[in-house]
Structures are given as C-alpha cells and as structure tokens.
T-cell receptor, first 111, second 119 residues
Framework: GQQLNQSPQSMFIQEGEDVSMNCTSS?????WLWYKQDPGEGPVLLIA?????ELTSNGRLTAQFGITRKDSFLNISASIPSDVGIYFC???????????FGAGTQVVVTP | NAGVTQTPKFRVLKTGQSMTLLCAQD?????MYWYRQDPGMGLRLIHY???????AKGEVPDGYNVSRLKKQNFLLGLESAAPSQTSVYFC??????????????????FGPGTRLTVL
C-alpha cells in the first residue's frame, strides 16, 4: 500500500521560532491533509490541499502541495506554546474516504 | 452537539478478556472509522463502516470485530485481548458524498480516544 514518510520525527524549538516539516509518498496523492493532535485528544484537521503546487494558509500555518504530487510541506511561523502536539500528514486512498497517515512529527515548544 | 464521543476513556484488561469500545456521533454522519495509534506509527485503520448495517476491514483488522446496528453508533470488540492490542483507539466519522478525489475531501472528525492496556 501507499507509505507516507514524515520528517522529522520530533522537534524541540524555542517559542518564536519557525517550524518546517514534510511528508513524502511512494505514490501520487490527489489530496494532502495536515492534522494536529493535542496531547490527550484526537486529531483535528488543520489544512486540506487539492491541487499540485497549491499553497494554503491557516493563521500561522502554511502548507504546500508538492509539484510532483508525492510530497507536502507544513510550516508554522512564530511558534507559541499551544503549538505543542503531534502533526500528521494524511492522504485519502479510496472513494470511501479512507486515510493513510504518516507517523507524525512531535513538536515541543520551550519558552 | 457533542460531536464524536468514545467510552470508556481508559481500560486495563488481562490477556484473554473481552471488551467493547463504544463510539457515538450526533452529526448524522454516514461513515465511521476505528483507528489505533501506536508510538511512531501514526494512525492505522482497523475497520470502517459506510452506513448502518455495513462494515469493512481496514489495514489491521485481525483480532477485532465491529458492528454498526444504529447509524450513530459504531462498536469495536476485542474477543480475546492480547498484549499487542495495547494502544490508543480513536473513532472518527464523516459525511457521505459522491467522492471526487480531485476536488474535495469530507473531513473526518475524531473522538478523544480510548487508552487500552492489556496485561
């Protein structure tokens, strides 16, 4: 099946720094999704991307759909303590909405 | 609206015991999903349902059974728990639509999770 490789596995950053993470696939996705999971909670959708090359923002978050359709990037600008959590990339794998998830990037923000 | 709720929040089982996890949604969603989350592995789909009375296998279905007798509920059962089933379990739901992979996505809404430990 399709594999999503997400990197880095974890990041320890200082408040105010920018964060970048990416996700690559062995095959093409037509949609890329970025979810965030707060500690002790379920994932919540942050951004959905539908077209190759698309750049979409949600507040301090910006995500891009790679031109090859095999990768996607998420940037967080000026990080704050509430950015802590696990960020997952995901892509739909069939018409029933089933998702393939990356392993996640754990973000820890220190004051 | 409560969204997606899961019961229980925590459970400890002994090997060989059985239990049922309950997922309930009040958004009138057609589709429901059960995932498990293990460290370093993201979320993996166990079973899913595309409507009342229907279920299908996901990526890691072995050792689990599911039922969708009512549209708003999706039950996940472990008949004989094993330590390998120690995990955090998440339920999710989404609307049904005519799916067009090139244009849109029906967001999956997740519950808060159930942390299961099998000794």
């Amino acid at each position: 099946g399709q594999q999503l490789n997400q990197s880095p596995q974890s990041m320890f950053i200082q408040e105010g720094e920018d964060v970048s993470m990416n996700c690559t696939s062995s095959s093409i996705f037509n949609t890329w999704l970025w979810y965030k999971q707060d500690p002790g909670e379920g994932p919540v959708l942050l951004i959905a991307l539908y077209k190759a090359g698309e750049l979409t923002s949600n507040g301090r978050l910006t995500a891009q759909f790679g031109i090859t359709r095999k990768d996607s990037f998420l940037n967080i600008s000026a990080s704050i303590p509430s950015d802590v959590g696990i960020y997952f990339c995901a892509g739909p794998t069939d018409s029933w909405g089933k998702l393939q998830f990356g392993a996640g990037t754990q973000v820890v923000v220190t004051p | 609206n409560a969204g997606v709720t899961q019961t229980p929040k925590f459970r400890v089982l002994k090997t060989g015991q059985s239990m049922t996890l309950l997922c309930a949604q009040d958004m009138n969603h057609e589709y429901m999903y059960w995932y498990r989350q293990d460290p370093g592995m993201g979320l993996r789909l166990i079973h899913y349902s595309v409507g009342e009375g229907t279920t299908a296998k996901g990526e890691v279905p072995d050792g689990y059974n599911v039922s969708r007798l009512k549209k708003q509920n999706f039950l996940l059962g472990l008949e004989s728990a094993a330590p390998s089933q120690t995990s955090v379990y998440f339920c999710a739901s989404s609307y049904m639509k005519i799916w067009d992979l090139a244009s849109s996505y029906n967001e999956q809404f997740f519950g808060p999770g159930t942390r299961l430990t099998v000794l």
